[in-house]
């Protein structure tokens, strides 16, 4: 008692309050991520500190997170009396199918509406070249000129959420296994522990869960991307020939490439 702490060991209180809730009925803020321009304002004004931060989301809470896990993961435990190895990638889908499936979903509606852009962007500029103009050619001009606008706003909040989505769910199965690895290392016997090099829980922990940040929004594009080709090859087939087909080739010999 009596003894000032130094600042680094002072008890942070980050804010209490959930920002999204103050938006919580309020849909075009939560889609426009109103909830961040606080933050934003406060970081124009002072540097931020971590007693700006707003606090962990119920949802990113590590103890509920591993629960929900552990309940999942102890089935796939069972699979062993059958001989059967134990898989990690479905328990993770198990506890988190429904934002992965919404962060699939968003992405799809990305890559659809991109690609309807892309065709009104081609009707509003052949209406230039026209040399007899008529009231349907200018009617659908202008809705093709209302549907490209409309297409950059969707694109960018399907886009936008989707990523954040993505993210968020990486972030969450990150907290998952690095609190799986803590509380599998504190179980572990002291035979275990002496083969098993502090480096290596380290390295775990810090460096390859890592991966899941990114992971969860890449993955999608494994079978978003394939669809997207096909489809464009089918349109462009129809607009400039068997020549298209040169492209595609092109398109495919570059996927080796982006692999390495």
């Known amino acids: ?13 980050l804010r209490p309050r959930d920002p999204r809730s103050k938006y919580k009925y309020n849909i075009l803020c939560r889609v426009l991520f109103c909830w961040l321009d606080p933050l934003f304002l406060t970081g124009c004004h002072k540097e931020l500190t971590q ?3 707003y606090a962990c989301p119920k949802e990113a809470d590590s103890e509920k997170l591993l629960n929900r896990f ?5 089935k796939e435990l069972k699979r062993k009396s059958s001989g059967q190895k134990p898989r990690l990638y479905v328990a993770i889908f198990k506890c988190f199918w429904f934002r992965f499936v919404v962060t699939a979903i968003l992405l799809l509606i990305w890559a659809i ?3 309807c852009q892309a065709f009104l962007v081609g009707y509003l500029s052949d209406y230039f070249t026209l040399e007899n103009v008529t009231a349907e050619r200018t009617a659908l001009a202008y809705a093709s000129a209302f549907g490209v606008v409309a297409c950059s706003v969707t694109v960018l909040i399907s886009i936008g959420h989707g990523i954040y989505l993505g ?4 972030m969450m199965v990150r907290i998952v296994t690095t609190a799986a690895i803590y509380q599998k290392v504190l179980k572990l016997k002291q035979v275990s522990l002496n083969s098993l090099s502090i480096g290596h829980v380290i390295n775990l922990a810090s460096n ?5 940040d990114m992971g969860f929004i890449l993955i999608h594009f494994l079978w978003i991307g394939p669809i997207h080709l096909a489809v464009i090859t089918a349109f462009s087939y129809f607009e400039i020939g068997p020549s298209v ?10 996927i080796p490439l982006q692999l390495g």
């Open 167 to 170: 993210q968020k769910l990486g």
């Open 245 to 254: 087909f040169v492209l595609i080739l092109y398109v495919l010999m570059l």
């Open 1 to 13: 008692e009596g003894l000032d702490l130094p600042d680094s060991m002072h008890t942070v209180e």
């Open 113 to 115: 509406v991109a690609t």
């Open 208 to 212: 390859d869960v890592q991966r899941f």
């Open 51 to 53: 007693s700006d931060l």
């Open 70 to 74: 552990l309940k999942h993961w102890h």
